[in-house]
């Protein structure tokens, strides 16, 4: 599975765009870029998945360049409850999933 | 809808003692099951995954084993629990659609463990 490195902690303030890089320098061909969130004593919640170029959801978007060594996940307009940490993944999607959890970027939301 | 449970939701154990936590998954059929440790301040780490009854696949060698006595619940075990096993257990499921299963995996409320 591709090694992921991301910020360890990012802060920003509410009605901000936020935007957390991560890098994937040896991402195979059939990987797929995954994001989730996790609060604390919660479980991670999945937050999008993308192959290339944009992805787009209700809660966030996902910038994935060409040469897919790194994405974006980018959060519109941050409120208090965005506090998190946030896991970049990155694993091929057949059969069962060994996802592989990095420390990920605690981001925090300053009122 | 689907939905996953685990329990207890907080343990405290005495080291040497065994311990057994429980997830079941409701509203799916053959999910793959999960099962991660995550120690304090750290990321998840995958202990055990499961793709079907009584298949298990074991990412860490350790003193916990894993059972799936049926096709919606998924058992972490130990005989002797050590120090060392304190953490925030998560179990999760996914689904396989057409052999792909897109990475997302939904995880359960978490069990805290504290060994003493």
């Known amino acids: 599975l591709a090694k992921t490195t991301q910020p360890i902690s990012m802060d920003s303030y509410e009605g901000q765009e936020v935007n957390i890089t991560c890098s994937h320098n040896?991402?195979?061909?059939?990987?797929?870029i995954t994001w989730y969130q996790q609060f604390p004593s919660q479980g991670p919640r999945f937050i999008i998945q993308?192959?290339?170029t944009k992805v787009t959801n209700e809660v966030a978007s996902l910038f994935i360049p060409a040469d897919r060594k790194s994405s974006t996940l980018s959060l519109p307009r941050v409120s208090l409850s965005d506090t998190a940490v946030y896991y970049c993944?990155?694993?091929?999607?057949?059969?069962?999933?060994?996802?592989?959890f990095g420390q990920g970027t605690r981001l925090t939301i300053n009122p | 809808s689907q939905t996953i449970h685990q329990w207890p939701a907080t343990l405290v154990q005495p080291v040497g003692s065994p311990l057994s936590l429980e997830c079941t998954v409701e509203?799916?059929?053959?999910?793959?099951l999960y099962w991660y440790r995550q120690a304090a301040g750290r990321g998840l780490q995958l202990l055990f995954y499961?793709?079907?009854?009584?298949?298990i696949s074991s990412e860490v060698p350790q003193n916990l084993s894993a059972s799936r006595p049926q096709d919606r619940q998924f058992i972490l075990s130990s005989k002797k629990l050590l120090l060392s096993d304190s953490g925030f257990y998560l179990c999760?499921?996914?689904?396989?659609?057409?052999?792909?299963?897109?990475?997302?995996?939904?995880f359960g409320p978490g069990t805290r463990l504290t060994v003493l």
């Open positions: 999760a499921w996914s689904v396989l659609a057409g052999g792909f299963s897109y990475n997302e995996q939904f």
């Open positions: 040896n991402i195979a061909t059939n990987d797929y």
């Open positions: 993308g192959y290339k």
């Open positions: 993944l990155v694993g091929g999607v057949q059969g069962a999933q060994k996802l592989v």
């Open positions: 509203g799916t059929s053959n999910p793959n």
């Open positions: 499961s793709v079907g009854i009584g298949q």
